[in-house]
């Protein structure tokens, strides 16, 4: 594992950021799936919301020239969302950091987990990998006022990031 392998399991800072400055491109978003749901058991306890609550479900690819950097699957309770964020969440190609910055939004991100997998044929295809390829996987909380405001799941193709 290099540096930036390290550096992407490990930081509690904007993800597109550190993509820009690797390839030195803008990072365009691409909404793949984005519907609101109902929070089931797990989903309460990972949020701390009650059960049937509305969450925004999203899935994201990062991607830099058409290929995907990155993919990121998010849980946001609506109930934790003033309606200028959550117009801007459901209806823009626009980073969570970014959203974030431009509402003046301070939270911290705390890192759950981290690890790495070898990609199923699904996963290698979304990220335009081999089957098998290595990828980092990482999950954590954004966190304002004590409670989660996103729960974020991130899928990086190692060998995109092999400098």
Do not use: C
């Not at 801007?88 to 301070?106: C, F, Q, S, V, Y």
């Amino acid at each position: 594992m290099n540096a930036i392998h390290r550096i992407l399991m490990t930081t509690d800072g904007s993800i597109t950021a550190i993509i820009e400055a690797i390839t030195q491109r803008e990072v365009k978003v691409q909404t793949v799936e984005q519907k609101i749901v109902r929070a089931d058991e797990k989903t309460s306890k990972l949020l701390n919301v009650g059960v049937g609550e509305d969450i925004n479900y999203r899935v994201v690819y990062l991607k830099v020239d058409g290929d995907v950097y990155a993919k990121a699957v998010s849980y946001t309770p609506i109930k934790r969302l003033d309606d200028n964020f959550k117009e801007d969440l459901m209806r823009a190609d626009i980073p969570i950091g970014r959203i974030m910055r431009k509402h003046g939004i301070e939270a911290r991100r705390e890192i759950r987990w981290s690890k790495v997998i070898d990609a199923n044929e699904r996963l290698a295809e979304e990220l335009g990998i081999k089957e098998g390829g290595k990828v980092i996987v990482r999950n954590y909380n954004i966190i304002k006022g004590g409670n989660v405001l996103i729960h974020i799941t991130e899928f990086f193709p190692v060998e995109k990031f092999d400098l």
